[in-house]
């Protein structure tokens, strides 16, 4: 009898940890239009809208996150009426599904704020970074990835405007 009890708290205590680190996985990697890039767990995730969202970011991935971009509003009436909303409720803009798209549908945007990597040298070892370049080679420009513990470097290509990997580099100080 006792011996049961302890492997009911057991499988109790391990269910409840399995649940907490399905809710807090990286679901997106989303590019907000400002230069950068924002990781969004599942529990952060914003839900009230989800049947808006388009079928494929309805459900976040159980794999990988998923690198998508943030839909621009149509008006500038409609951007400030979502900032209003996202600051008085304190969302972040990256957290709704319902306003992503497809990253190439900001290929634009990420080829004009994409960054130069002399600047990483700046915040890097030299070494570091010339690692990191020649093992991707067709990455030509880098962005920053916002994340909850520790902030990384995208690497893109410029060109196509397209993500070539995600490094342990450090975009800020």
Do not use: C
């Not at 969004?40 to 009230?48: A, L, M, P």
């Not at 067709?138 to 995208?154: E, G």
């Amino acid at each position: 009898m006792d011996l049961t009890i302890i492997i009911v708290i057991q499988v109790a205590a391990l269910s409840y940890g399995i649940f907490n680190i399905a809710q807090g996985r990286p679901a997106w990697i989303v590019y907000d239009n400002a230069g950068r890039f924002d990781l969004v767990r599942n529990n952060e995730i914003e839900t009230g809208n989800i049947a808006q969202a388009q079928q494929a970011y309805q459900k976040a991935s159980w794999l990988k996150p998923q690198i998508v971009a943030l839909e621009k509003a149509g008006t500038v009436a409609a951007q400030n009426k979502r900032l209003f909303e996202d600051f008085s409720y304190g969302v972040v803009p990256t957290m709704h599904p319902e306003r992503y798209t497809q990253l190439s549908h900001a290929k634009f945007d990420l080829q004009q704020n994409s960054e130069k990597f002399d600047v990483l040298q700046s915040y890097n070892s030299k070494n570091d970074v010339e690692k990191v370049l020649h093992q991707y080679p067709t990455a030509n420009a880098w962005l920053p990835l916002n994340a909850t513990a520790v902030d990384m470097v995208v690497l893109i290509n410029k060109e196509k405007g397209e993500v070539v990997k995600i490094v342990d580099l450090r975009p800020w100080k």
